[in-house]
């Protein structure tokens, strides 16, 4: 998809000025910037002296709602692993009492097992579930880095002098 003017890149955006670019759209801009002339690219660059600001505050963005990922996991694998705790208490209990047959004590045996592995699944899926936030949140990060610099190259394009050359 090629983009020949400032019109198609708002559009793009569904934006009507380049004030309403949120912070979550500078990150598609900058996904869009190798769909643009250098002329067009340049234009738009040159509207954002805040550009390092918008970037820096979907850095902050995305740190934030991480934390707040991990801050609601933690409390959510801690619930867990004591329900699951509680589970192998009461089970515990169980066998100690003395009127219980070999089988029920197997039984009682094989439900303490179970919530062994049971909670060894949760934490086998909550790892995959961690590794796939850091993920998300590393991509972010890397298209925040990657607008920044793509602005920054634009940037000294533009005062060099060079921002109408196409290199097509």
Known sequence: MSLN?????KKALDIDSWRNLSKEKV???????????????????????????????????????????????????????????????????ELKRDDLSAEDRRIIHDKLMETGQRESEKDTENKRFLDGQLNKVLAGAGAAIAAGLVFVGAKVA????????DSA
């Open 5 to 9: 003017d400032e019109e198609e890149v």
């Open 158 to 165: 533009i005062e060099h002098g060079i921002a109408g050359k």
């Open 27 to 93: 990150m598609r801009f900058a996904a869009m910037m190798p769909d643009m002339s250098n002329e067009v690219r340049m234009k738009i660059i040159e509207q954002f002296p805040n550009f390092k600001e918008l970037a820096l505050g979907t850095l902050s963005t995305l740190k934030g709602a991480h934390e707040s990922t991990l801050g609601s996991n933690t409390q959510n694998q801690e619930n867990i692993h004591n329900a699951y705790q509680d589970i192998r208490n009461a089970l515990k209990e």
